[in-house]
């Protein structure tokens, strides 16, 4: 494909994933802080944090495969519109019911107005999906770090703009115009896409993939590349750290400011993401991410340990900007790993699955902690026992059970990450990702619109993993069979290529492709 086209086409789904994830986090973070200040409930607040990764769960293996049936652009406009009706439907609840019904925790009109607006933040994964592959296909494998480096830095503008915006819609205007402003920056996503043509072919259909959910092709992709199960499991482990940190953060940051400043202090916490996302995109991650990944997560389990030690704003916000800055190389890291040993034909059920399979697990963490640390923990820190046991590492205030556990989260992180590097599976991976082949993408030719663009030397129609499986006497050729006896000792099956965060993306082949497992695994 013509290198300026695809340039244009990535810098424009850059500024509209920048607008779309504003637009959603803005809302999502907005419910968080109502709940909270009206309830003071820590529980309600995890109960929403674990059923938006729940639903993550429950359809990101679907959007894979809707990723890898259609054109990217279509899928960025589904998402658009189902967003923008979530938002809607939202405001009229809040319109016909008022505050009173929705706050009150023990009726149904609370629970039905939150999973409204997490369904409408939840079908931003799917546009999350579906950018991964498009780095893939629009950028040379040689840039795809530095590429997953820039989607870092517009997701992490995005979480400042909203961390800002968030806390002071809640703060001055209230939850009604801050739906309405949802609802209308929405509209206006879908808009500007409208007007942006991504230069792809028309994807082939895969007649071994007939259901909405292609599990069977995900689990072929796992099973041929050793190693990549054992980071799957890997990254859903860390999910599952991930999840205290998920149900606890706002809560005690609420504890230490109001509304207004406790956004203003996410806000500079998320410069955390421009900068870690930019010295992606200016260095790279070197040679080998996976080992950047695993570096990555022994220093967040760190700094996740000892950013509550105390009581003390100043901590607790340097803290979050170092973390902060640790995400975007750690999503960078994965995505590009699945990027180059994923065969772009099934990129989008990889990283499907891989979301779904980490998602699935913060939920129950988040799930069990906000119970756990409501009734038990909290209580039993503010006593004089608790007190005496761990004010010598804890000192004293208000959120001293939120630290305690925190910090457990942590130091268990950093072992789990520092036992990896020692595992066979990690030493098969990095190896299969110095070897795996360039990837092979399909002829853009038949691209619609007027964005479409002739094909250049790096859109081929070489046989990839689908159309292998269609016509095996194709699949047969010497040139597909090079490419077969490459990856095959390696483990993997062919040519492939995750991560986000969503957090990511995920790829994979009918016979091989590695997935979102990589990325987890790092």
Request: proline content about 5%; hydrophobic content about 50%; glycine content about 10%.
């Given at each position: 494909m013509d290198r300026t086209a695809a340039k244009t086409a990535?810098?424009?789904?850059?500024?509209?994933?920048?607008?779309?994830?504003?637009?959603?986090?803005?809302?999502?973070?907005?419910?968080?802080?109502?709940?909270?200040?009206?309830t003071k409930s820590v529980l309600a607040t995890g109960v929403i944090g674990g059923a938006y990764m729940l639903l993550i769960a429950f359809f990101a293996m679907i959007f894979g495969t809707m990723v890898d049936r259609h054109r990217k652009h279509t899928v960025m406009?589904?998402?658009?519109?189902?967003?923008?009706?979530?938002?809607?439907?939202?405001?009229?609840?809040?319109?016909?019911?008022?505050?009173?019904?929705?706050?009150d925790l023990g009726g149904p009109w609370f629970w039905l107005f939150a999973l409204v607006i997490l369904c409408g933040g939840v079908i931003e994964q799917l546009r999350n999906i579906a950018l991964s592959t498009t780095v893939t296909l629009l950028v040379e494998e040689d840039k795809r770090d530095r590429a997953n480096g820039l989607v870092g830095t517009v997701q992490g503008l995005a979480f400042l703009v909203t961390s800002v915006f968030s806390g002071l819609s809640i703060g001055f205007l209230g939850m009604g115009w801050t739906l309405a402003i949802a609802i209308a920056a929405m509209v206006l996503t879908f808009v500007h896409l409208l007007f942006i043509r991504i230069p792809e072919g028309a994807p082939e259909p895969d007649p071994h993939a007939t259901s909405a959910l292609d599990f069977r092709g995900?689990?072929?992709?796992?099973?041929?590349?050793?190693?990549?199960?054992?980071?799957?499991?890997?990254?859903?482990?860390?999910?599952?750290?991930?999840?205290?940190?998920?149900?606890?953060?706002?809560?005690?940051?609420?504890?230490?400011?109001?509304?207004?400043?406790?956004?203003?202090?996410?806000?500079?916490?998320?410069?955390?993401?421009?900068?870690?996302?930019?010295?992606?995109?200016?260095?790279g991650l070197g040679p080998k991410p996976m080992r950047t990944l695993l570096l990555i997560v022994i220093a967040m389990g760190l700094l996740g340990a000892v950013f509550m030690l105390r009581e003390w704003w100043p901590l607790y916000v340097v803290g979050m900007w170092l973390y902060m800055a640790l995400v975007?190389?750690?999503?960078?890291?994965?995505q590009t790993i699945i990027q180059k040993v994923v065969p772009f034909t099934r990129q989008g059920r990889v990283f499907g699955v891989a979301a779904a399979m980490e998602a699935a697990a913060a939920p129950i963490t988040a799930f069990l902690i906000a119970p756990i640390a409501e009734f038990l923990i909290i209580p039993y820190m503010k006593t004089a026992e608790g007190v005496a046991r761990w004010s010598w590492l804890l000192?004293?205030?208000?959120?001293?059970g939120i630290a305690l556990i925190c910090l457990f989260a942590g130091l268990i992180m950093v072992v789990v990450g520092a036992l990896a590097f020692f595992t066979k599976s990690y030493r098969t991976l990095t190896d299969v990702y110095a070897?795996?082949?360039?990837?092979?993408?399909?002829?853009?030719?038949?691209?619609?619109?007027?964005?479409?663009?002739?094909?250049?030397?790096?859109?081929?129609?070489?046989?990839?993993?689908?159309?292998?499986?269609?016509?095996?006497?194709?699949?047969?050729?010497?040139?597909?069979?090079?490419?077969?006896?490459?990856t095959s000792g390696h483990g993997a099956a062919s040519p492939r290529i995750d991560p986000v965060s969503a957090r990511g993306g995920r790829a994979g082949l009918d016979d091989g492709e590695p997935r979102d497992g990589d990325r987890a695994g790092g």
């Open positions: 990535f810098t424009n789904v850059l500024i509209n994933t920048l607008i779309a994830n504003v637009t959603t986090s803005f809302l999502w973070f907005a419910l968080t802080f109502w709940v909270y200040i009206e406009l589904i998402s658009s519109v189902i967003s923008a009706v979530a938002f809607l439907v939202a405001g009229l609840l809040y319109v016909w019911q008022g505050e009173g019904a929705l706050l995900s689990v072929q992709a796992i099973r041929l590349a050793p190693g990549l199960f054992a980071l799957i499991i890997f990254s859903t482990f860390n999910n599952l750290i991930g999840g205290v940190y998920m149900a606890l953060m706002d809560p005690y940051g609420l504890t230490l400011f109001n509304a207004q400043t406790w956004g203003f202090a996410l806000a500079f916490a998320s410069t955390g993401f421009l900068i870690g996302g930019g010295l992606v995109a200016k260095f975007p190389p750690a999503e960078a890291a994965e000192g004293e205030g208000e959120a001293r070897n795996a082949p360039a990837q092979e993408l399909p002829d853009d030719g038949a691209a619609e619109g007027p964005g479409a663009t002739p094909a250049d030397h790096r859109g081929t129609t070489a046989e990839s993993g689908e159309g292998a499986q269609r016509e095996p006497e194709r699949a047969s050729s010497t040139e597909t069979s090079a490419v077969r006896e490459s």
